[in-house]
């Protein structure tokens, strides 16, 4: 099973911060969840694997809400699509992902009052 990770709706004026949360989003997105040694909950659950289409799109999609929440929060699933072969056998899993508008950075002052 592949993935592959669309983003869209992202503000190309800021490119370097744009870059940083793809690279984020592509690397979680295609680690199994468990294989990361230093984090294993980091990654992708794969529990949804050989089971009915529309069961494992929305399983996939609820370990990638999940996750970007821990680990990419500027970030949010907008769609799954799955793509199949039926003769191969071959699924695509297509995850659209957008930035989140409700993302707000903390001030550096709540930064430094939470580290105290």
């Known amino acids: 099973m592949a993935s592959i990770v669309k983003f869209v709706g992202f503000d190309y004026l ?10 984020n989003v592509t690397a ?9 040694p230093g ?4 990654g992708i659950a794969q ?3 050989g089971l009915p289409v529309d069961v494992a799109k929305n399983l996939a999609a609820l370990s990638v809400i999940e996750k970007l929440g821990i680990y990419e929060p500027r970030a949010q699933l907008r769609e799954v699509v799955i793509e199949g072969d039926p003769g191969s056998g071959n699924i695509t899993n297509i995850f659209l992902i957008g930035p989140d ?8 002052e709540d930064q430094e009052s939470e580290e105290e």
């Open 47 to 49: 529990d949804f694997v």
């Open 101 to 108: 508008e409700e993302y707000e950075e903390a001030d550096e």
């Open 14 to 23: 800021s490119a370097g911060l744009v870059a940083e949360i793809k690279r």
């Open 39 to 42: 984090d294993r909950g980091y």
């Open 28 to 36: 979680l997105i295609e680690t199994p969840e468990g294989t990361c």
